[in-house]
């Protein structure tokens, strides 16, 4: 069963506009990542943060993290055309358990 | 960029036919993940190996097989094709070590079964 949800399914904003995506998840993680694919392409990795840890910034990429609520944010500032894309979360447990991802949001950024 | 590697980019092969979907790393990666993605973009987890000789089943029930005889090579088999095989078929693996999952992916292969 798949562990993260995203939020919006899709997301259509104008260039400059900030984009922002939710993900919610059912279990303990260690890790939550967040990935980006392009159309047809695998998955690109854009940042992970820690159980431990709340915020996370990544050149114009920022991502909370809220244990208590099980849910991670990401906010990308000042959208490009070239930020088109789908962004999935992906958790990690513990152990040898593997990556799950989430449905993933479809961003659309309009120029 | 990362060293992860499948072929074919896209395969269209009949309805019976048995098929190999390659994937090769050259990362040293241990881990290794074969995904299943649904037009609707939702992935899948269907197979795993956690180094040589080792292979799980994933989340979601597949008629595949895979092997893993060495590190690098983790290649995914179906013995007869079914149109509802029909789907993107994405390889990863991530660096070993407990708490570091970054995972990189391969360019992956659509398949289309007619």
């Known amino acids: 069963s798949q562990q993260g949800e995203e939020d919006p399914q899709a997301l259509s904003i104008q260039e400059g506009e900030n984009a922002t995506m939710n993900c919610s998840y059912k279990t303990s993680i260690n890790n939550l990542q967040w990935y980006r694919q392009n159309s047809g392409r695998g998955l690109v990795h854009l940042i992970l943060?820690?159980?431990?840890?709340r915020e996370k910034h990544s050149g114009r990429l920022r991502v909370t993290l809220d244990t208590s609520k099980k849910s991670s944010s990401l906010l990308i500032t000042a959208s490009r055309a070239a930020d088109t894309a789908s962004y999935f979360c992906?958790?990690?447990?513990?152990?040898?358990?593997?990556?799950?991802f989430g449905k993933g949001t479809r961003l659309s950024v309009i120029a | 960029e990362a060293d992860i590697y499948q072929t074919p980019r896209y395969l269209v092969i009949g309805t019976g036919k048995k098929i190999t979907l390659e994937c090769s790393q050259t990362?040293?990666?241990?881990?290794m993940y074969w995904y299943q993605q649904d037009p609707g973009m939702e992935l899948h987890l269907i197979h795993y190996s956690y180094g040589v000789n080792s292979t799980e089943k994933g989340d979601l029930s597949s008629e595949s097989t895979v092997s893993r005889i060495r590190t690098e090579h983790f290649p995914l088999t179906l013995e007869s094709a079914r149109p509802s095989h029909t789907s993107q078929y994405l390889c990863?693996?991530?660096?070993?070590?407990?708490?570091?999952?970054?995972?990189?992916f391969g360019q992956g292969t659509r398949l289309t079964v007619v």
């Open positions: 992906a958790t990690f447990t513990s152990g040898n358990t593997p990556l799950v």
């Open positions: 990362m040293g990666h241990d881990k």
């Open positions: 990863a693996s991530t660096v070993p070590g407990p708490g570091s999952t970054e995972a990189f």
């Open positions: 943060i820690r159980s431990n840890e």
